[in-house]
Every structure is written in structure tokens, then in C-alpha cells.
């Protein structure tokens, strides 16, 4: 049976009797079509449904963004139910000690949850598609691999750029030249500390990290860790011919307070057609990403992340520890901070682009 707006309006009104916690008048607002959507485009209680004439429900935040899409009755009414408990958690942590963020606020969603219906308590944890079971805790320093370096790197220190490659043999040093590297520095060996300690005729220390970079390999990435490549540098189909499969980039911009995280795999950026994917959309407790979508993975890692880890109140330290759940990826702390990571200035003249 399609899903009709008095049906939906019924099943909410049975899931959530006698739970104590939400009602009747926290089901999102029901649109039954675009236009009636678009003016209520930005209703301030978040989430509309819009439901299609064959019973499909999406779910929109703003007139560009879809949330979740289903025929599933019980999935609409969990997305609904996780979106009611999300605000109700919050102002409850808005009135927390401090007034600032909770540091249960998850949990506490997966309490609610867990009242209203068990399953739909699980299925939080999980924080993916239906049946999803939340992974094992990482047992482990939540900043000791990643996540370090979040805290810096919002402010573009060391670099504004980080930038991940993997892929069957892929080496820290060809992709290091396929980006624009001096081939002199590469072959020596040179570290961050020698390129600070050269003679560069007097230029300007700032001048100089501009047009430098690190890199390296961690595990089974190849890191990057820049400002800006040279002037033409587009690398993309290069690297494809070099055997590198996936790719995570991230950029910051202090300035304009825009902080973006990228995925390509196979040559194809992963996004769900949403486009740049800017960090700031990811609050506590609410999947960033589309559900049942390309990066419904992450939306897994992040609430990992956020029941491990309830402790770490930066948001972006949270995002770059997901980001090391979900992909593996991690930074020599060490070997950056004792600026012994490898390091190289961009060369003059054309990169070698293999």
C-alpha cells in the first residue's frame, strides 16, 4: 500500500504512543509535492517529507538537499523519530550545566530511541541502513592516528590541504613528482627540517612553506600535506595510470570558515551528487550524509565515533577520527612534529607528470 499522508500520520501516531517523550505534533511537516515543499523550504523545525504520488518519502533539509528517499513505512518513521529525539536531546543539553554541548548527547538519543522502540535504539547505534549493527568500539586514543592534527589544520596550520592516495604499489615519491616535486629534494631524501635549514636567499620563511610540501606514507595511504601545487598541476589522470584507486581530500579555509572533505574512487567522486561536501554540515548525533547513500559508510564511522569517544567536544576531531575508522587513514605525528617527515618545495618549471 503507498504511503499516504493520513497512513503516515496514523503510524506515527501508534509508534510513538505511550513513550513519554515525543507526540503527534513532532512528525516533521508532510508535503505532497515540490512546490508545496519549496515554500516551506526552510521550516525552522528542520526535515520536511515530501511524498510522491507511488509512495515514495523523501526526506529534504533546504530546497537542494535530500536527506533520506523510501517506500519503507517503518524507515520514514525511524528517520522521523531519530530527527524528534536529535532536537529534543539538544535542549535538554541546551539547558545542561555550562550551557554548551553534552557530552551524552548521543547516548542519550540512543535512550530515547530504545523507548520508543528497541529496534529502532539499535538501529542509531549502527548509524547506517537498516540491520546495520553499530561496529566494536576502537579501544584506542581517538587522536593518536588522525585526529591530532584537526584542531591545527581548521587553521590551516601546517598546511591547508591534506590529501590521501591509495592503490597496488603506489609510492610515496612518484606521487610526490606527479604533484610537482622538486626531483632533486625527492631523490635526497630531504626533510622538513633541511628545507627549513637551506639558504633561500633571503626570501621570506612564509614565502617558502607556500611553495613547499610534505608527504609520505601511513599505512596503506600516500599523504600530501600542502598550501597550493603549481600553477597547471591537474594530476588526476596521472595518478589513475599510476595505479592509485581511492583518494580523501581535505581543505580548509580559515578565512571563510570552510572546511571540505572529498572522495574519489576509481576516478569518480563520491558524493551523491550533493557536490563539495563541507564539513561544517556534520552535528552531533545527526548523519551528515545521505542515508542509504555512497557515504552511508561514514555516517556508520561518525556515530562510532561519537558513542567511543563522547569526551571529544571539537567536532572536527570527531570528523577525522571517523575519517580514520571509516578509510584507515592516519598521520605521523611524530615525524611531523619533529619535522623529520619527508619534504620538498615545488620545482621550477614543468612537474613531471609521468
Not at 528542520?46 to 524507515?75: I, K, N, S
Not at 610537482?180 to 637551506?198: F, K, Y
Request: glycine residues 12%; contains cysteine; aromatic residues 8%.
Amino acid at each position: 500500500m503507498p504511503t499516504t499522508k493520513p497512513l503516515l500520520e496514523r503510524a506515527w501516531r501508534e509508534a510513538v504512543a505511550g513513550s513519554g517523550l515525543i507526540d503527534d505534533a513532532m512528525l516533521p511537516p508532510i508535503r505532497t509535492s515540490g512546490d508545496q515543499y519549496a515554500q516551506l523550504a526552510w521550516d525552522p523545525r528542520g526535515m520536511v517529507l515530501v511524498l510522491d504520488e507511488d509512495g515514495t518519502v523523501h526526506g529534504r533539509r533546504g530546497p537542494h538537499r535530500e536527506v533520506f528517499a523510501t517506500q519503507d513505512l517503518d524507515e520514514v518513521l525511524y528517520f522521523a523519530a531519530e530527527e524528534a529525539v536529535r532536537d529534543l536531546a539538544g535542549q535538554v543539553a541546551a539547558r545542561s550545566a555550562g550551557h554548551g554541548p553534552a557530552t551524552d548527547l548521543v547516548a542519550a538519543q540512543a535512550e530515547m530511541l530504545d523507548r520508543i522502540s528497541p529496534a529502532w535504539g539499535s538501529r542509531f547505534r549502527g548509524g547506517g541502513p537498516k540491520g546495520a549493527k553499530a561496529a566494536p568500539p576502537c579501544g584506542r586514543d581517538p587522536l593518536e592516528n588522525l585526529a591530532w592534527i584537526a584542531g591545527a589544520w581548521r587553521e590551516q596550520d601546517p598546511y591547508t590541504n591534506l590529501e590521501f592516495f591509495r592503490g597496488e604499489g603506489v609510492s610515496a615519491e612518484r606521487v610526490a613528482l606527479l604533484h610537482g616535486a622538486d626531483p632533486g629534494q625527492v631523490a635526497a631524501g630531504t626533510s622538513l627540517s633541511d628545507l627549513r635549514e637551506m639558504d633561500h636567499g633571503g626570501r621570506d620563511a612564509w614565502d617558502v612553506q607556500w611553495e613547499s610540501f610534505c608527504f609520505g606514507q601511513a599505512g596503506d595511504w600516500v599523504f600530501l600535506m600542502y598550501h597550493e601545487t603549481p600553477p597547471g598541476v591537474r594530476p588526476d589522470e596521472a595518478l589513475s595510470r599510476l595505479g592509485v584507486t581511492e583518494a580523501v581530500r581535505l581543505s580548509a579555509c580559515a578565512a571563510k570558515g570552510i572546511h571540505t572533505f572529498g572522495y574519489t574512487r576509481d576516478g569518480r567522486r563520491v558524493d551523491d551528487g550533493w557536490g563539495v561536501l563541507e564539513l561544517m554540515r556534520y552535528e552531533r548525533g545527526r548523519a551528515p550524509y545521505r542515508r542509504g547513500g555512497q557515504l552511508d559508510f561514514l555516517n556508520q564511522a561518525l556515530r562510532r565515533a561519537e558513542l567511543d569517544h563522547p569526551e571529544l567536544t571539537d567536532g572536527f576531531e570527531l570528523y577525522f577520527h571517523a575519517l580514520e575508522i571509516a578509510f584507515g587513514l592516519r598521520l605521523p605525528h611524530r615525524d611531523i612534529e619533529e619535522e623529520r617527515v619527508r619534504a620538498a618545495q615545488w620545482a621550477r618549471g614543468n612537474p613531471v607528470l609521468g
